[in-house]
């Protein structure tokens, strides 16, 4: 069974330093995985995608990922945090091996940017 | 395009009562689910279905009940509502599962149970 672990339930960095959300996974095959943003009282919006075409994924507002298979790892940098990224953030994976059709989310890493 | 579309926004139940959580979709996708945001847990999946007519569990079907009638409307039906139900929900649609199966999510709804 697939699964996602995000170390750090919270984070903290000050403004215009460089962002690192952690996540690994565990599938028993390269699996597709997804960042998404929550910002308060809101529904989730996707930053960025792997879907084995390219390691290093850059997406939306300045976010990339790079995914590690040695390591089983699926990072998210930010060269220079901004107020506006201060949200929560969740890795989440889709197995090929159930036909994609099940998507599971990491725990979420809450996100603080101190001006 | 609205998007996904969630009502109600809140809602309060007391043990025990029914009622029917609406999510729609007006960008004709095929994958459609459920989850349920507990703090400290992430989103845990419901139920998922992909394509009308066809529904299936997720990691915490008890107590819901799905049907997929139409390719726009993914109703969430509680039947006896209990404490342990207190959640934020969220439906989520997508163009397919797969490569292209980035979701887009609704507004959500809070929902409390006494």
């Known amino acids: 069974a697939q699964s996602v672990t995000q170390l750090g339930s919270h984070v903290s960095v000050s403004e215009g330093a460089l962002v690192l959300l952690r996540c690994n996974y565990s599938?028993?095959?390269?699996?597709?995985l997804f960042w998404y943003v929550q910002y308060p009282n809101q529904g989730l919006q996707l930053l960025l995608k792997?879907?084995?075409?390219?390691?290093l994924v850059k997406g939306i507002n300045g976010f990339e990922a790079e995914f590690k298979k040695s390591e089983t790892s699926f990072h998210l940098t930010k060269p220079s945090a901004h107020m506006s990224d201060a949200a929560e953030y969740f890795c989440?994976?889709?197995?090929?091996?159930?036909?994609?059709?099940?998507?599971?989310f990491g725990t979420g890493t809450k996100l603080q940017v101190i001006p | 395009n609205a998007g996904v579309t969630q009502t109600p926004k809140f809602q309060v139940l007391k043990t025990g009562q029914s009622m029917t959580l609406q999510c729609a979709q007006d960008?004709?996708?095929?994958?459609m689910s459920w989850y349920r945001q507990d703090p400290g847990m992430g989103l845990r999946l419901i139920h998922y279905?992909?394509?009308?007519?066809?529904?299936d569990q997720g990691e915490v079907p008890n107590g819901y009940n799905v049907s997929r009638s139409t390719t726009e409307d993914f109703p969430l039906r509680l039947l006896s509502a209990a404490p342990s139900q207190t959640s934020v929900y969220f439906c989520?649609?997508?163009?397919?599962?797969?490569?292209?199966?980035?979701?887009?999510f609704g507004p959500g709804t809070r929902l409390t149970v006494t």
């Open positions: 989520a649609s997508s163009l397919s599962a797969g490569p292209r199966g980035e979701q887009y």
């Open positions: 599938s028993s095959v390269p699996p597709y």
């Open positions: 792997y879907t084995s075409a390219a390691t």
């Open positions: 989440a994976v889709s197995d090929p091996s159930g036909g994609y059709q099940k998507v599971t």
């Open positions: 960008m004709n996708h095929e994958y």
């Open positions: 279905s992909v394509g009308a007519g066809i529904t």
